[in-house]
């Protein structure tokens, strides 16, 4: 039997990216072919180069592909003045008009709370 504090040193291993802290309101839309065209709101928990974790009431579905809108900007502050540099490049993510882009693979619900935490795989830019 595996005991927690082992589970989790093995999750740490085959983590790729470090999280980093960043509690802000978001809103959300699902992409299609084009933006539906209603934001959903959300609550930042941390993000990291390669997701980020938020949670809100209304879930988007599994492997849906959202728009982002979280004031890249003030990330972009965020990591400079925490010194972040190294664990978060806010350059590699692919932003369009502000927002960040990514494919939602893992959903949790908190019964008690009526809230479900969102994790969502950041799309990168393609190396040039």
Not at 39 to 57: D, Q, R
Request: with cysteine; hydrophobic share 30%; net charge positive.
């Amino acid at each position: 039997m595996i005991d927690d504090q082992s589970q989790r040193q093995s999750n740490k291993e085959r983590r790729q990216f470090i999280r980093v802290p960043f509690q802000k309101n978001i809103t959300y839309s699902i992409c299609y072919n084009k933006f539906t065209p209603h934001s959903v709101e959300g609550n930042s928990k941390n993000i990291s180069g390669g997701g980020i974790l938020f949670k809100t009431k209304w879930p988007p579905p599994i492997m849906s592909v959202l728009s982002i809108n979280l004031d890249v900007y003030k990330l972009k502050d965020y990591v400079n003045k925490e010194n972040l540099q190294d664990k978060l490049d806010v350059n590699k993510l692919y932003m369009q008009n502000g927002k960040l882009y990514g494919e939602v693979v893992r959903i949790k619900e908190y019964p008690e709370s009526g809230y479900y935490d969102v994790a969502l795989q950041l799309i990168q830019k393609k190396d040039s």
